[in-house]
């Protein structure tokens, strides 16, 4: 979450990046569980980035950290093994990688 609220959260299966906010912060900084949810009116979804085919190659993204308000680092973990992902897949496990949001 950044300094506005904002989160982010990778979807792997899907190689996809929702944006919201997360209200129900109180004036003490403290999350009030009864009131806290997603803005949804505001929540975008990105793809991320394919290969020259068109293809999935961001497979395993982990974690995800405000660099700023336009850009994210991504941490992807290693490829599944014995055949249970494609081989592209590959090119970009256990990595940093850098985002700018459109």
Avoid at 21 to 46: H, M, S, T
Wanted: hydrophobic content about 35%; overall charge negative; some cysteine.
């Amino acid at each position: 979450m950044d300094q506005n609220g904002r989160v982010a959260i990778a979807s792997q299966e899907e190689s996809q990046l929702w944006v919201s906010y997360l209200n129900g912060q109180n004036e003490q900084g403290l999350w009030d569980l009864d009131v806290i949810a997603f803005e949804e009116k505001d929540a975008r979804v990105y793809d991320f980035p394919k290969n020259d085919k068109c293809e999935t190659v961001y497979c395993n993204i982990e974690g995800i950290h405000w660099i700023d308000e336009n850009m994210l680092m991504a941490v992807s973990d290693k490829m599944k093994s014995h055949g249970r992902q494609d081989f592209k897949c590959f090119e970009k496990d256990q990595s940093v990688h850098a985002f700018v949001l459109p």
